[in-house]
Structures are given as C-alpha cells and as structure tokens.
C-alpha cells in the first residue's frame, strides 16, 4: 500500500509538472513580447530581412522610383546605396570623410544636395539620388558599384555591391514586379489606424490616389495604382508601413495579408483590381 501510494503522489507531481510546463509554453507562445518584427522580401529561394524601419523606408525610396516611372533596376541601385550609406535610416550626422553628409544617402549640403533640411527629408533625398542616377549613360547594364559611385562618389566604391540581392529583392517586390513577395512580421497594433493617415502617407509616397475611405477601410479600385504592377506596389508598400499606420489587412488579387496570422500573403477571395486595406479598431 504504501508503494502505491508514493507511485501515486509521484505520477501526481509528474502531471503537475507537465501542466504547468505546458501552460507556461502556451502563455510564451501566444507572448507578443516574443514576436521578433521584421520585414521580408523573397526572390526565388533566396529572402532577405530587413528591421521594420528600414523596410518602411526602402518603401519610401523604391516608391519615389515608381512614382517616376524610373526601371526597378534604378531602384536596386538606390537601395543598395543607401543600404551602404545609412543601413536605410534617415540619420542626421556624418562621418569623418563627411561630416556635413545627412539623411538616407549621406548627402552634403555643402557639394549642392540641399539644404540641410531638405536631404534629411526621404522624399527629396531620393529624388535627389535619382536625378544624379538617370543622368548616368547607360546605368541599368552598369555593375551597381559603377553606377552608385558614379552618384555617390564614395571613398570605399566596391561596398556597394554587398547589397545588390538585398536591393534587388526588395525593389522587386516594392515595385510591384513580385506580387505577394514581402512580408512584415509585426506585433497586434497598439492604437487605432486611421484610413486618411493612410491615404496621406500613400500620397506622399506616390502621388495622387485615387482611394475612398469607409469606416476602417480605405478602397482603391481606379488609377494608376489600381492594377497591375502599380497595385502591387502599392499593396507591398502598406504591407512596410503597416506598423507605423496601424495596419491589419491589405487585400488584393485573390490574396490576403493579415498581419494577426503572421502567414504572410495567402490566397483568398480578394477581388482583383482593388486594393483594400484594413486599419485597427480603437481599443475597448
């Protein structure tokens, strides 16, 4: 008798433990302290993150060029280039080679960029880049490391290169040329969106869009954005800024991105030829 109880009280403790190391992995699982936020772009078998700053201003970047109708490869070149120059944050210091140089692409106020102002705003700083790139003969056959300094005139040339899949990746997929190719992997938004901040921002970024906006959702079904590449552009440039604008549904072409799954895009009934996107609701 006594055996079987200590067999007892043993298969007791063993159940307790197993209950409570079972409650506590549930609790981490579904922890948003353990989502690590981070923004994806896939090409092929290869992907490529980037932290959700820089994603939202690769975005940035990569939509001044479609805004332009420049090539994705201008974008290539301008990601990769301000990858080098400011691992794609907007900072406002230089260096010793540099030490007026600011913003996204380390420009100078001082060799006729700008102000100081205006090369620290991203979407000057990429126009500015642009403009020096497509006054470049031939730079989409160029090796990037060609066409960059030929813009940037760098001390260290070849670093540029080191960039190039990355840049690549993340064009195509801004550009729109790879439909459902990023993905952000973020915490449950911890405020109320709001669909004109959304449309603002989109504005800013690309010019003007043809949206309409209804309660928590803003639609997109005429214009330029509306099909195609420009739409898929669109939709993966929402996608990089969900976090700053609170947003947790981008629907378009039969696929879905929720950023609650945290599955990427999924294949759903999403209308084609509309983008709609989703914002959060306020809290209680």
């Keep these: 008798m006594r055996r079987l109880r200590r067999t007892l009280t043993l298969l007791l403790a063993l159940a307790l433990t197993a209950g409570a190391v079972y409650a506590v992995t549930t609790v981490l699982q579904r922890s948003e302290t353990l989502v690590t936020e981070r923004c994806t772009a896939v090409v092929g078998t290869a992907s490529f993150e980037l932290a959700t700053d820089q994603a939202a201003n690769a975005a940035l970047i990569t939509s001044v060029a479609v805004r332009r109708g420049l090539p994705p490869r201008a974008a290539t070149i301008a990601l990769a280039t301000a990858m080098q120059e400011s691992r ?154 969900a976090k700053s604008l609170s947003v947790t549904q981008v629907e378009l072409d039969g696929h879905t991105w929720n950023r609650d799954n945290h599955k990427g895009w999924q294949e759903s009934a999403a209308a084609p030829g509309t983008l709609t996107v989703t914002v959060s609701a306020p809290r209680g």
């Design 88 to 241: 794609l944050r907007n900072i406002d210091y230089g260096d010793q080679a540099g030490p007026d140089s600011r913003g996204l692409f380390q420009q100078r106020p001082s060799q006729g960029w700008g102000t100081e102002a205006q090369v620290m705003d991203p979407v000057h700083a990429s126009n500015a880049f642009y403009n020096g790139l497509v006054k470049v003969p031939d730079y989409q056959s160029m090796e990037i490391t060609e066409a960059a300094q030929t813009v940037q005139r760098s001390a260290f040339p070849q670093a540029y290169a080191q960039h190039e899949a990355m840049g690549r990746a993340f064009a195509s997929s801004l550009t729109g040329q790879s439909s459902a190719a990023l993905d952000c992997t973020l915490r449950t938004a911890d405020s109320a969106g709001n669909p004109d901040d959304v449309v603002a921002a989109m504005t800013t970024a690309f010019g003007r869009v043809s949206a309409t906006s209804q309660g928590r959702t803003v639609r997109i079904d005429s214009g330029r954005y509306s099909r195609g590449s420009g739409a898929w552009a669109l939709a993966q440039w929402t996608v990089a800024n």
